[in-house]
Nanobody, 125 residues
């Protein structure tokens, strides 16, 4: 059974940084494209970033381009989201997700097969 566990969330002031991690157990991590999504209170889940199975293709939401960086370490079965210059509007629960069709990074949540439980990120003004 594939399990995804996020960590690294917390409370940070605007302009600060956080790095989220997502460790995957079970399955074959190196074959998965990985994505980060977020959901703020009262809003729908939205795409943040994605990376294909070998890390050569990355995709970002316009709202985070230039501030967030997605990366992966296949040896550690971990995907990361480095978040810089955080804004209050980045406050949300952040989820990582795995897509077993891993050659292309995808922005649609429905393309992903496995999901983590989420980690809370709160940015104070």
């Amino acid at each position: 059974q594939v399990q995804l566990v996020e960590s690294g969330g917390g409370l940070v002031q605007a302009g600060g940084s956080l790095r989220l991690s997502c460790v995957v157990s079970g399955g074959t991590f190196s074959s998965y494209a990985m994505g980060w999504f977020r959901q703020a209170p009262g809003k729908e889940r939205e795409f943040v970033a994605a990376i294909n199975r070998i890390g050569g293709m990355k995709d970002y939401a316009d709202s985070v381009k230039g501030r967030f960086t997605i990366s992966r370490d296949n040896a550690k079965k971990t995907v990361y989201l480095q978040m810089n210059s955080l804004k209050p509007e980045d406050t949300a629960v952040y989820y990582c997700a795995a897509d077993s069709q891993g050659w292309v990074s995808k922005p649609l949540a429905t393309d992903y097969d496995y999901w983590g439980q989420g980690t809370q990120v709160t940015v104070s003004s």
